[in-house]
């Protein structure tokens, strides 16, 4: 049962376009959710993240907004750089409980 | 601080054998997790730990596998004995338990482990 989603599993834009990646989760219980960025070879690095009071949180070319009536989150990034060329996660925690339920990734490849 | 450190980044081994994977939380952190991923099942939980204390173990496949924290500096993850789908890469992660960075674990680069 897969409670957090990524259907997408890569994308492709040019250099400084926006890029949109998508997260749906199915648990109700969640209440903070993270991005995570992964290159190859190393392990995942903490992006932006997001309380469930809240519906927007920015931070420099990321932003992640949440749509709790439709449990569907996003991240932006504009402009996007070819530098953040990876494989970009989104995670989720339940109240009370640390640890982080993760979806399948999904691979963002910027254009030059 | 260093991050999160762990050992072997990569193993290789044979089918029956012991594998022992270890991990140096960031110091002052509270929390320690240990995550699988593979293609199938992408970053899955095994096992997390609080002030050393098992919290969570369901994700523990089987048996076969066991982890332990003797202390607020060291983690291990032991498979005894390895199978060819415990291939896999294996992460280690930390988060203190409280301030801004509460709700954020911080990964180690991972050790790759085969199993022949």
């Known amino acids: 049962d897969q409670q957090v989603k990524q259907n997408s599993p890569s994308l492709s834009v040019q250099e400084g376009r926006i890029s949109i990646l998508n997260c749906d989760y199915t648990n109700s219980m969640f209440d903070y959710f993270l991005w995570y960025k992964k290159y190859p070879a190393e392990g995942p690095t903490f992006l932006i993240s997001i309380s469930s009071i809240k519906d927007k949180n920015e931070d420099g070319r990321f932003t992640v907004f949440l749509n709790k009536s439709a449990k569907h989150l996003s991240l932006h990034i504009v402009p996007s750089q070819p530098g953040d060329s990876a494989v970009y996660f989104c995670a989720a925690s339940a109240a009370g409980r640390r640890a982080l339920t993760f979806g399948s990734g999904t691979r963002l490849q910027v254009q030059p | 601080d260093a991050g999160v450190i762990q050992s072997p980044r990569h193993e290789v081994t044979e089918m029956g054998q012991e594998v022992t994977l270890r991990c140096k939380p960031i110091?002052?952190?509270?929390?320690l997790f240990w995550y699988r991923q593979t293609m199938m099942r992408g970053l899955e939980l095994l096992i997390y730990?609080?002030?050393?204390?098992?919290?969570?173990d369901s994700g523990m496949p089987e048996d076969r596998f066991s982890a332990k924290m003797p202390n607020a500096s060291f983690s291990t993850l032991k498979i005894q004995p390895s199978e060819p789908r415990d291939s896999a890469v294996y992460f280690c992660?930390?988060?203190?338990?409280?301030?801004?960075?509460?709700?954020?674990?911080?990964f180690g680069a991972g050790s790759r482990l085969t199993v022949l």
């Open positions: 992660a930390s988060s203190p338990d409280r301030g801004s960075g509460a709700n954020v674990l911080t």
């Open positions: 110091s002052g952190h509270d929390y």
């Open positions: 730990f609080n002030n050393n204390v098992p919290i969570d």
